[in-house]
Structures are given as structure tokens and as C-alpha cells.
């Protein structure tokens, strides 16, 4: 997941052609990012992805010939593995937090 901030900005015309503009801001974190050990790469009790040939020893890996299959299905290359529930996009607070939305106007500053 990419983290970042989203704005929208919403413009609206009201009466006496007055423009109205407001500005919603959206955080997106990623609370539980996934997680690869520098000493045990394609080890799943230390991290949550294992990589295709090559990757975590940095060995290269050589296909050869003129339009040679380079996609992840060639099993040379490969596809990384997601870890069961690694990417299960955990929330960001405690379990026992209850999430309350107020409407703008029950807001106090």
C-alpha cells in the first residue's frame, strides 16, 4: 500500500454567485507494511514475502535468445509470494478502538 495524503477539492456556486470551495483531506498509512529480514529473505517465519530465484541472493538470472519469455509465469523468473495474511491490511488502531464520524457541524474546535 502507498502512503500519502489525498485532497479533494469540491467548488460549488451557491446563491449571489458566490463560490463555496472545501478541502477533504484523506491520510492513507500503511500501519502494517510488509516486512523482508536482510539475513533470512525467503525464510516465512521472518518474512512475509518469498521472492523468485535470484532475488534474495542477488544472483542473476540468464534467459537467453530473441523473445525469450520475460514475464513471472516463465518459471525461471517467477513471482513473489504474499505470506498467508501479510497483506491482510490491518487496521491502524487498537482492536478494542470504536470509530466515531461526527458530521462537520457536531465538531468543536
Do not use: E, K
Not at 34 to 61: E, K, L, M
Not at 69 to 98: E, F, H, K, M
Amino acid at each position: 500500500m502507498c502512503q500519502g495524503i489525498i485532497q479533494r477539492i469540491v467548488s460549488a456556486q451557491g446563491p449571489n454567485n458566490i463560490n463555496v470551495t472545501a478541502i477533504q483531506t484523506i491520510w492513507v498509512v500503511d500501519c502494517d507494511p510488509f516486512y523482508i529480514d536482510d539475513v533470512t529473505c525467503n525464510d516465512p517465519r521472518f518474512s512475509d514475502i518469498i521472492w523468485p530465484n535470484g532475488v534474495c541472493t542477488q544472483t542473476p538470472v540468464t534467459i537467453n535468445g530473441c523473445g525469450a519469455d520475460l514475464s513471472p509465469d516463465n518459471p525461471q523468473l517467477g513471482r513473489p509470494v504474499v505470506i498467508n495474511n501479510a497483506d491482510d491490511n490491518a487496521p491502524c488502531y487498537p482492536s478494542n478502538t470504536v470509530m466515531m464520524y461526527l458530521p462537520s457541524s457536531q465538531m468543536h474546535a
